[in-house]
């Protein structure tokens, strides 16, 4: 069984919940908009990037690990790692791995980025036919970023299991 996971769109959990749920985009909150804003790219030196163009973040990461970034709508097939592919591949073929890990901190890019990653690192393990994703945050914001980011994972652990055939 191949897997294709979006090869000519990078993005992260948060625009994966739009485009699988286009209703979604009326609920889902809007404070991180601001991130990818004219203002705030521009007070970041970032005045050659489009609107909404955080850089190498977490879609990039997770895709093409140590790629150069060149835009979101560049075609970056076969560059970098793919870490999701890895993770996927390294589920169904060593469950009980403690190297399946997906990482979205690339010290290299960190300039780059409008902002560095706030959940930065997750740990998968099988046991049991069972999947389970361990999160690491480096930051979050208690009231809303975190729980976001909790059933964000859920879900995104819940799509795994499932193409790995786990529960």
Known sequence: MSLTVFPSRL???YELAIVL???LNQCLPKIWDANGSREFLDSLGFTDRAQGDLGPVYGFQ???FGAEYKGPDANYEGQGVDQLAEVIHQIRTNPDSRRIILSAWNPS???LMALPPCHTLCQFFVQDGELSC???QR???MG???PFNIASYGL???MIAHVCGLT
């Open 62 to 64: 997770w895709r093409h």
């Open 11 to 13: 993005m992260d959990l």
């Open 139 to 141: 930051s979050g914001d």
């Open 144 to 146: 809303l970023g975190v």
């Open 109 to 111: 890019d960190l300039k």
């Open 134 to 136: 361990q999160l690491y």
């Open 156 to 158: 995104f652990t819940h």
């Open 21 to 23: 749920f286009p209703a």
